[in-house]
């Protein structure tokens, strides 16, 4: 009898809630995220220019920076754990159809990560409009331009990262190598992205944590004018390396 689809997400929930790593994974996540956000406002109230450019919301929401690899793990680990332990054979016989299987893990990392990124992004703009307030510097409201956009942009660059994470462990199989790809991916890259071409350059508007993460800004970004193209533009070159990853899972032996 063929499972369907909503009985295989519920097995993969099932499985990736019965893991001790998914729960130190989102201990680390909120709390790295939050400490981070107290920090870095200590640090901006100290720094605030007078009559600088100033955007507070997205001093709030730097610890995207650290949070997207939290993140990144927890999408990796819903593929690989099972691969380290060999469960994944067992799975299979359950659903035989593996692009429905495929297709399960990444929905359950998508929520998991849409829920857990958009829960941090507001926590971690109040705490951080908190803190400025509490050090007389100017700081931003909700309703103010821009700001519900760029933090909810940032609990949908967290749920993007996921399916890149989930993409990169499904090719890889290996827990430590897709977080080396993702780690190249998200800090090396951007970090050597003066060194490469001219003619790679326009790659970078849609990198993430270049292009991609200019969504979480309030004040325009001259080198990102358009902000939700570059995301978009980040989310159809990750669904490639989704689109990638069902072909490798189909055709390969597990």
């Not at 001093?59 to 997207?68: E, G, K, M, T």
Request: proline letters at 5%.
């Amino acid at each position: 009898m063929s499972v369907s689809f909503t009985h295989s997400v519920r097995a993969e929930w099932i499985k990736l809630r019965s893991l001790r790593s998914t729960w130190y994974t989102l201990a680390c996540l909120f709390t790295a995220g939050l400490g981070i956000t107290a920090l870095a406002m200590n640090a901006a109230a100290k720094d605030y220019p007078g009559d600088g450019p100033w955007d507070p919301a997205n001093r709030s929401l730097s610890s995207y920076i650290v949070a997207q690899l939290v993140i990144g793990v927890l999408g990796i680990l819903v593929v690989t754990a099972e691969h380290a332990t060999g469960q994944v054979q067992t799975s299979l016989l359950a659903t035989p159809r593996r692009h429905r299987l495929l297709a399960a893990k990444v929905v359950v990392a998508v929520a998991v990560a849409a829920v857990a990124g958009q829960a941090l992004m507001f926590a971690a703009f109040f705490l951080g409009q908190a803190l400025l307030a509490g050090h007389a510097v100017p700081h931003a409201a909700l309703d103010d331009p821009g700001v519900l956009s760029a933090v909810t942009g940032g609990g949908l660059y967290l749920a993007a990262i996921a399916v890149l994470a989930a993409g990169l462990g499904t090719i890889m199989r290996a827990t430590a190598g897709a977080l080396a790809t993702l780690v190249g991916i998200i800090f090396l890259v951007p970090a050597l992205a003066g060194l490469f071409p001219a003619w790679l350059h326009r790659l970078f508007f849609y990198w993430p944590t270049l292009g991609g993460s200019a969504v979480l800004k309030t004040v325009p970004d001259p080198d990102f004018p358009h902000p939700w193209v570059n995301l978009a533009g980040m989310c159809a070159g990750i669904a490639a390396v989704l689109a990638v990853a069902f072909v490798v899972f189909r055709r390969r032996d597990v």
